[in-house]
Nanobody, 115 residues
Framework: QVQLVESGGDSVQSGGSLRLSCRAS????????MGWYRQSPGNERDLVAR???????TIADSLKDRFTISRDNAKTTVYLQMNNLKPEDTAVYFC?????????WGQGTQVTVSS
């Protein structure tokens, strides 16, 4: 099994910044994409950003000017830098890790942005 441990979620004021981290560990068969989705109450889980092992990145169009994604050299930790946060960024952020044919998910970390 692969375990994902997320950290960095917090409550901040509008305009603030947060950096989320997610580390994969356990029985890692192969290393694939890692990324982040987010979900707010009543809404679907939406892609925020993802990064391949070759460092190819995909970021939601509406977030490109404020969010960046990166990975460590081992490719088992992914980071999400979020700047100029807005109340509409409030959500639970979920990390995922692709290994073999499976996507593994973290438990989610809450980000709350107040105006």
């Amino acid at each position: 099994q692969v375990q994902l441990v997320e950290s960095g979620g917090d409550s901040v004021q509008s305009g603030g910044s947060l950096r989320l981290s997610c580390r994969a560990s356990g029985s890692i068969v192969s290393i694939g994409d890692m990324g982040w989705y987010r979900q707010s109450p009543g809404n679907e889980r939406d892609l925020v950003a993802r990064m391949s092992v070759s460092n190819r990145t995909t970021i939601a169009d509406s977030l490109k000017d404020r969010f960046t994604i990166s990975r460590d050299n081992a490719k088992t930790t992914v980071y999400l830098q979020m700047n100029n946060l807005k109340p509409e960024d409030t959500a639970v952020y979920f990390c995922y890790f692709r290994s073999g044919r499976r996507n593994y998910w973290g438990q989610g970390t809450q980000v709350t942005v107040s105006s």
